[in-house]
């Protein structure tokens, strides 16, 4: 029996769970409620670096739960940023201009710096084909939102967990 634990499977089966979620259409509005595609997705890798662990007779430990889910998040935000730059560059269309039409119609009282950078934003698009700029911003969000609500998956599993065990040692004395 081998008694280390590979931390990598579990990072990866957390990562494939969160960006399956948040790119995949209709299952990605789960994210809407407070992140909660992306803490599923943490809790996935930390279940599975659970089980990795029971079967040489430990538990994980929050520290364990938050760094598993903390990995899976960085590596899903890279990858979900990636996937969307991806869907951008082959649409046909430049959904700036469409939001654009969408904020003049429903809200009025926006500052004009706002329709500036959005015309900035859609200028990007016609040159490139995207916008260099809102990638960068993505990707630095996601790089913050991902791994924060990940950790706060794999931590969950880990205290429900705990939680767990001390009760089945109250219940055995």
Excluded: H, W
């Excluded at 259409?25 to 595609?37: K, M, S, T």
């Excluded at 469409?98 to 040159?127: G, I, R």
């Excluded at 084909?129 to 990707?139: D, E, I, M, N």
């Amino acid at each position: 029996m081998n008694n280390t634990t590979n931390r990598l499977v579990p990072v990866i089966i957390g990562t494939l769970a969160i960006s399956a979620i948040s790119v995949m259409p209709l299952i990605n509005f789960v994210n809407v409620f407070c992140c909660a595609g992306i803490i599923l997705g943490g809790a996935i890798g930390a279940m599975a670096y659970n089980k990795q662990l029971r079967s040489i007779n430990l538990i994980i430990t929050p520290k364990d739960g938050v760094i598993t889910g903390l990995l899976s998040g960085i590596l899903s935000a890279i990858i979900v940023t990636g996937i969307n730059l991806i869907i951008v560059l082959y649409s046909n269309q430049n959904p700036i201009s469409e939001v654009l039409e969408m904020v003049k119609t429903f809200s009025k009282d926006l500052p004009q710096e706002v329709y500036d950078q959005m015309n900035q934003f859609s200028s990007e698009f016609e040159k490139y084909g995207y916008s260099p700029t809102l990638t960068l911003v993505s990707l630095f969000l996601n790089l913050i939102i991902y791994p924060l609500f990940a950790s706060l998956g794999g931590l969950l599993v880990a205290l429900l967990n705990k939680s767990k065990i001390n009760k089945n040692i109250q219940l055995s004395k």
